[in-house]
Nanobody, 115 residues
Framework: VLLQASGGGLVQPGGSLILSCAAS????????IGWFREAPGKEREGVSC????????YYRNSVKGRFTISGDNGKNTVYLRMNNLKPEGTAVYYC?????????WGKGTLVTVSS
């Protein structure tokens, strides 16, 4: 199983970024895929995820209305569009896929929100 994340970088407050995560190696697919983030000195927290089968989504309260998650099942890829980024959004963002009780993690991609 491989989760390849990309799209991080430096952006000014109020700016936008799109993260993408391509999943491969799942024999029977996965149940949900999404993003966690880990800010300096803080615990990893869930940001957003999408159910692969019914398309239902989850957003943490602090990103609702600014972040949009979408999935392309044909490409096994999930995208996270992040608008109106705030300095507190600075973190390493990790792609996560859940297959039953098993969590798979990709390498993180750094997002820095700073002027």
């Amino acid at each position: 199983v491989l989760l390849q994340a990309s799209g991080g970088g430096l952006v000014q407050p109020g700016g936008s970024l799109i993260l993408s995560c391509a999943a491969s190696g799942f024999t029977l697919g996965y149940d949900a895929i999404g993003w966690f983030r880990e800010a300096p000195g803080k615990e990893r927290e869930g940001v957003s995820c999408i159910n692969r089968r019914d398309g239902s989504t989850y957003y943490r309260n602090s990103v609702k209305g600014r972040f949009t998650i979408s999935g392309d099942n044909g490409k096994n890829t999930v995208y996270l569009r992040m608008n109106n980024l705030k300095p507190e959004g600075t973190a390493v963002y990790y792609c996560n896929a859940r297959d039953g009780p098993i969590d798979y993690w990709g390498k993180g991609t750094l997002v820095t929100v700073s002027s």
